[in-house]
Antibody, heavy 122, light 107 residues
Framework: QITLKESGPTLVKPTQTLTLTCTFS??????????VGWIRQPPGKALEWVAL???????RYSPSLKSRLTITKDPSKNQVVLTMTNMDPVDTGTYYCALDQATPGSYWFHPWGQGTLVTVSS | YVLTQPPSVSVAPGQTARITCGGN??????VHWYQQKPGQAPVVVVYDDSDRPSGIPERFSGSNSGNAATLTISRVEAGDEADYYCQVWDSSSDHRVFGGGTKLTVL
């Protein structure tokens, strides 16, 4: 059974750096083809893809957030870490991590973690 | 790459709901659909245009052609009330893209 779970602070102040951890089980991020992504959702708004890291350390970032993001992995701990600098109240929302599924010609997310709510406020 | 969904769709129980996802030549891409109920994480209900993961009822189906993909929910039930999102892979950038979401209301 594949599971993922997000963890991190529930409250951060504006301008601070957010660090979120995705801890997973049931697969290995050392296996060829595997990727883990982050997706966020402001309250009452749509899903937004944030970042993704592949088994081979390749990384992809949302163009609108790229300058503020770093994604890393620690396969030995079965973890993926997302850092986002210079947090702003508009970054408030639920942050999900998910396993990146590959089918010929496409990628999609399944399963997802339960999500973690991050509030940016002074 | 931009995906456009109607903000809301309403349907009576037992009827058929159709939720569209528009994008430039989206028919050339594989489209995936997620269902998100209040307070829950999204769950994929259709992937690769028309495939269903195990455990998803046959009432959920998908199609994709030209500039629009469609998620069709037959014999709609009250439990289908949720937000639905389409998603594609942008091969030119290796980015994932989500649509703006559609709230399905069961009257």
């Amino acid at each position: 059974q594949i599971t993922l779970k997000e963890s991190g602070p529930t409250l951060v102040k504006p301008t601070q750096t957010l660090t979120l951890t995705c801890t997973f089980s049931g697969f290995s991020l050392s296996t060829s083809g595997v990727g883990v992504g982050w997706i966020r959702q402001p309250p009452g708004k749509a899903l937004e893809w944030v970042a993704l890291i592949y088994w081979n350390e390749d990384k992809r970032y949302s163009p609108s957030l790229k300058s503020r993001l770093t994604i890393t992995k620690d396969p030995s701990k079965n973890q993926v870490v997302l850092t986002m600098t210079n947090m702003d109240p508009v970054d408030t929302g639920t942050y999900y991590c998910a396993l990146d599924q590959a089918t010929p010609g496409s990628y999609w997310f399944h399963p997802w973690g339960q999500g973690t709510l991050v509030t940016v406020s002074s | 790459y931009v995906l456009t969904q109607p903000p809301s769709v309403s349907v009576a129980p037992g009827q058929t709901a159709r939720i569209t996802c528009g994008g430039n030549n989206i028919g050339s891409k594989s489209v995936h659909w997620y269902q998100q109920k209040p307070g829950q994480a999204p769950v994929v209900v259709v992937y690769d245009d028309s495939d269903r993961p195990s455990g998803i009822p046959e009432r959920f189906s998908g199609s994709n052609s030209g500039n629009a993909a469609t998620l069709t929910i037959s014999r709609v039930e009250a439990g289908d009330e949720a937000d639905y999102y389409c998603q594609v892979w942008d091969s030119s950038s290796d980015h994932r893209v989500f649509g703006g979401g559609t709230k399905l209301t069961v009257l």
